[in-house]
């Protein structure tokens, strides 16, 4: 049973427009999430992170959106760059115990 | 700073022989954890310890040991390789952390990329 969600496994978008990645989660005790980034060959990197305390995280061109009562939260990339065409993973945890992760959705910036 | 390496970074196995997949890490963090990622499927959790000599199982453990017998090292050992253990296997180390002073997201390794024939 998938806990978290990520259900476009691919999103193509211009360079300068805005990115969004959508994740779904199904378990309520879920209290902190992540993103992270990952390019062919290498392990992912964290990228930005939500504590289920809040509904808005921003770090510089990224910002994470939480909405508990959907269970849903997105990653925001503003304005999109061609550096930023990879793999993204959003991760859900409890009591910051283990991580469990979605399924990725790969992101393609084109010129 | 090295940070998490792991060995080897490819592997070929037949079907039935056992390899160990090795993870160092030089953080000093006490949780670390193996993931495997398929296509599809994301990543899934095999195994992790919250510290030496402790362990336990994640979401897809069956097939696969680990211990735990230093804070650096994690290796996971598969006794008798499958086909289904073909896959990409990424160690990782620390977990995430509210207060992120404490500087304890996890942090992956290189992956290792084993095919079982």
């Known amino acids: 049973d998938q806990q978290v969600k990520q259900n476009s496994p691919s999103l193509s978008v211009q360079e300068g427009r805005i990115s969004i990645l959508n994740c779904d989660y199904t378990?309520?005790?879920?209290?902190?999430f992540l993103w992270y980034k990952k390019y062919p060959a290498e392990g992912p990197t964290f990228l930005i992170s939500?504590?289920?305390?809040?509904d808005k995280n921003e770090d510089g061109r990224f910002t994470v959106f939480l909405n508990k009562s959907a269970k849903h939260l997105s990653l925001h990339i503003v304005p999109s760059q061609p550096g930023d065409s990879a793999v993204y993973f959003c991760?859900?945890?409890?009591?910051?115990?283990?991580?469990?992760f979605g399924t990725g959705t790969r992101l393609q910036v084109f010129p | 700073n090295a940070g998490v390496t792991q060995t080897p970074k490819f592997q070929v196995l037949k079907t039935g022989q056992s390899m160990t997949l090795q993870c160092a890490q030089d953080?000093?963090?006490?949780?670390m954890s193996w993931y495997r990622q398929d296509p599809g499927m994301g990543l899934r959790l095999i195994h992790y310890?919250?510290?030496?000599?402790?362990?336990d199982q994640g979401e897809v453990p069956n097939g696969y040991n680990v211990s735990r017998s230093t804070t650096e090292d994690f290796p996971l050992r598969l006794l008798s390789a499958a086909p289904s253990q073909t896959s990409v296997y990424f160690c990782?180390?620390?977990?995430?952390?509210?207060?992120?002073?404490?500087?304890?997201?996890?942090?992956f390794g290189q992956g290792t990329r084993l095919t079982v024939v």
């Open positions: 990782a180390s620390g977990r995430p952390h509210r207060d992120r002073a404490r500087n304890t997201e996890a942090f």
């Open positions: 378990n309520s005790m879920f209290d902190y």
């Open positions: 939500i504590s289920s305390i809040k």
């Open positions: 991760a859900a945890t409890r009591n910051t115990d283990k991580l469990i």
């Open positions: 953080m000093n963090h006490e949780y």
């Open positions: 310890s919250v510290g030496a000599g402790i362990t």
